[in-house]
């Protein structure tokens, strides 16, 4: 059974930073795609940050230049918030991808107020 936990959310001021981890567990292997997705209340889930099994990157437009996602070399992912926005307030879900199919984990909030 794969199990994907996330981590790292909560409560920051406008400009501050916050650093999302997600681990994978049980017997995944051979990941080609690791991904942050975000929905906030009355939104769709967007996609916020990608990264291949080659180390290529993509971001949503609205990140670009503040959020940076990683990867190491176990199961693990993370996702580099720096300069947040009150509209980068949701639930950031982490998800990963092999040939079997795709694993979600279950989110972390993020809210982002003064």
């Known amino acids: 059974q794969v199990q994907l936990v996330e981590s790292g959310g909560g409560l920051v001021q406008p400009g501050g930073s916050l650093r999302l981890s997600c681990a994978a567990s049980?017997?995944?292997?051979?990941?080609?795609?690791m991904a942050w997705y975000r929905q906030a209340p009355g939104k769709q889930r967007e996609l916020v940050a990608a990264i291949t099994g080659g180390g290529s990157t993509n971001y949503a437009d609205s990140v670009k230049g503040r959020f940076t996602i990683s990867r190491d070399n176990a199961k693990n992912t993370y996702l580099q918030m720096n300069s947040l926005k009150p509209e980068d307030t949701a639930v950031y879900y982490c998800?990963?991808?092999?040939?079997?199919?795709?694993?979600w984990g279950q989110g972390t909030q993020v809210t982002v107020s003064s």
């Open positions: 998800n990963m991808r092999n040939s079997i199919g795709a694993y």
């Open positions: 049980g017997s995944i292997v051979s990941i080609y795609f």
